[in-house]
């Protein structure tokens, strides 16, 4: 996804604004994913347009720029930035104290005229539902939440008409912090459906790689910012002298990937910052080593990659390794000696990575429609409120 804002016009009487924000790239991918599918649904009924909040304001009025640096150095901060402001007492007062954020998405959607506003991103939702509170005839507001194992308090606002939950978790999660259960469906993750269509054979996608094509192959990736233990993830392989060849994307973590590149680490490796292609690059492998992100899980599992977790972030990517550990999705380690051994008894005993593969088949057959049934609850959502000629706040 972009940092800049994309618009795919394809018509003039129903504008639906996608609003995501860059922490990570996650919230983008769910966004794009959205995108392409409410477009493809809505035919020539509307306009979709995707907005990053973040990439709309300064720095000076958006202390959540900050993400990237706080979990890339103070991970365990980041943990007590989440569970302090896990409650509503604390956006009633950040909405009291006033800043840039919330004063940004009125004027969008003044601009853009739009009829219906989609939030995929938890402070997204915070800023949004604060400019709709201000309009007189506001927009329906639509919260497709992007956690598996809990919703942050930073989901839920009154003026939300329709909460759109990955997991029944979730679900109950949302009830459970005072969300009528009638405005909550369960529709699942929305995964980019490059992730979810047939795979292309590994072997082709290594040689594009430039690597081997028979070499058992792991890809290391700490997700948009490049978190994690993935330095001591890669030496920790390379030092164990096992045959297995390295993908490591970095993100935008640059120092990260200079310090990969003058490693010399003995595995072979290809070193890759941000990129866009992450379907290719994951079809490469045949494990996938990460932290906790709901939209890597996805991916992996679409894709019937066997994922192994690593050092998740503290708060919400907790909640995330604890779905995917106990439903099966995934395999969570302690530390990279625990990655090592892990990885070297699935390559004397491939069994366990296939049968690890058809627990999370469930899910990949559920979540490759998610895209197409969520876009389909949005539109269906927008036309019940523009014929009732109602307010999402007329409708709580």
């Known amino acids: 996804m972009p940092a800049s804002d994309a618009s795919l016009p394809i018509g003039a009487s129903t504008g639906i604004l996608i609003v995501t924000a860059s922490t990570g790239a996650g919230h983008n991918s769910a966004a794009m994913s959205l995108c392409r599918?409410?477009?493809?649904?809505?035919?020539?009924?509307?306009?979709?347009?995707?907005?990053?909040?973040?990439?709309?304001?300064?720095?000076?009025?958006?202390?959540?720029r900050l993400y990237g640096p706080i979990i890339l150095r103070w991970p365990s901060l980041w943990g007590l930035v989440y569970g302090l402001s896990n409650n509503s007492y604390f956006f009633r007062l950040s909405n009291?104290?006033?800043?840039?954020?919330?004063?940004?998405?009125?004027?969008?959607?003044?601009?853009?005229?739009?009829?219906?506003?989609?939030?995929?991103?938890?402070?997204?939702?915070?800023?949004?539902?604060?400019?709709?509170?201000?309009?007189?005839?506001?927009?329906?507001?639509?919260?497709?939440?992007?956690?598996?194992?809990?919703?942050?308090?930073?989901?839920?606002?009154?003026?939300?008409?329709?909460?759109?939950?990955?997991?029944?978790?979730?679900?109950?999660?949302?009830?459970?912090?005072?969300?009528?259960?009638?405005?909550?469906?369960?529709?699942?993750?929305?995964?980019?459906r490059r992730f979810c269509a047939d795979c292309t054979d590994p072997c082709l996608a290594r040689r594009k790689l430039g690597l081997a094509e028979d070499r058992f192959t792991v890809l290391l990736t700490g997700g948009g910012e490049g978190a994690g233990d993935i330095l001591a993830a890669a030496k920790a392989i390379s030092h164990a002298k096992l045959p297995i060849q390295l993908v490591i994307v970095c993100g935008r973590n640059e120092g990260l990937r200079r310090r990969l590149e003058k490693s010399g680490l003995a595995a072979p490796r290809v070193v890759l910052g941000f990129t866009d292609n992450m379907s290719d690059v994951m079809q490469a492998a045949d494990v996938v080593v990460g932290k906790a992100g709901a939209l890597t899980i996805g991916e992996?599992?679409?894709?019937?990659?066997?994922?192994?977790?690593?050092?998740?972030?503290?708060g919400?990517?907790?909640?995330?390794?604890?779905?995917?550990?106990?439903?099966?999705?995934?395999?969570?380690?302690?530390?990279?000696?625990?990655?090592?051994?892990?990885?070297?008894?699935?390559?004397?005993?491939?069994?366990?990575?296939?049968?690890?593969?058809?627990?999370?088949a469930p899910y990949r057959r559920r979540w490759a429609q998610a895209?197409?049934?969520?876009?389909?609850?949005?539109?269906?959502?927008?036309?019940t409120t523009m014929r009732g000629g109602q307010s999402c706040l007329q409708r709580q």
């Not at 995707?50 to 009025?61: E, G």
């Not at 995330?320 to 380690?333: E, I, K, M, Q, T």
């Open 37 to 64: 599918a409410l477009t493809e649904l809505a035919g020539g009924g509307g306009e979709v347009s995707t907005v990053d909040l973040l990439a709309r304001a300064s720095w000076l009025c958006q202390p959540w």
């Open 96 to 192: 009291g104290l006033g800043g840039g954020m919330r004063d940004l998405p009125l004027g969008l959607l003044d601009a853009r005229r739009t009829q219906c506003i989609v939030c995929v991103h938890p402070l997204g939702n915070q800023a949004v539902a604060h400019a709709l509170s201000r309009l007189e005839h506001p927009a329906p507001l639509i919260t497709v939440v992007t956690d598996l194992g809990e919703a942050h308090t930073a989901w839920i606002a009154p003026q939300v008409s329709l909460y759109v939950a990955p997991t029944e978790e979730v679900r109950a999660s949302l009830v459970a912090k005072g969300v009528s259960p009638e405005r909550v469906t369960v529709l699942g993750l929305p995964t980019d």
């Open 316 to 360: 919400q990517e907790d909640g995330n390794a604890r779905f995917a550990a106990d439903h099966g999705l995934a395999v969570r380690v302690s530390d990279v000696s625990e990655l090592v051994s892990t990885l070297e008894r699935w390559m004397s005993r491939p069994e366990e990575m296939a049968e690890l593969a058809a627990r999370a």
């Open 300 to 314: 992996a599992v679409a894709m019937g990659k066997p994922l192994v977790i690593l050092s998740p972030l503290p």
């Open 371 to 383: 895209a197409e049934q969520i876009a389909a609850a949005i539109l269906a959502e927008a036309k």
